[in-house]
């Protein structure tokens, strides 16, 4: 059984900074769907660098998620966030971030722990 929830606004921020060291040892799968452009991944089993609420410039309320490594980092942004869901296991394990956005594009961010992509590539 899962549990979803909603992140209040005024919470993201401080969310999604706590979120960013606490999930740093999990890669993570980007997909992007609405009723337009269907289901689309962004990034796939990638190591989770960072996401962050950006509260200035010109980008100001807009998501940032940075996954890859050094170097060959992809930087996903969504613009115009309206509503920030977690969706966690049974045990309180964070499984995936529901990111909606004004023009209703989910943005689905898919946490995995590293270890278990490490196993499943070093197995022949």
Partial sequence: MHRTREIPREGWAN?????SSIEREHTVRIQAESLELG?????DHLPLVDI??????SDQGAIEI??????????????????????ESESGELECLDIE????????????????????????
């Fill in 15 to 19: 969310y999604l900074s706590l979120l």
């Fill in 101 to 124: 956005d004004e023009e209703h594009v989910k943005t689905l961010i898919y946490f995995e722990p590293l270890v278990l992509l490490e196993q499943e590539t070093a197995q022949p």
């Fill in 39 to 43: 289901e689309q991944t962004m990034a």
């Fill in 66 to 87: 940075t996954v890859g490594r050094p170097g060959e980092e992809i930087t996903h942004r969504i613009f115009h966030p309206e509503k920030v869901y977690a969706e």
């Fill in 52 to 57: 962050i609420l950006d509260e200035k410039g």
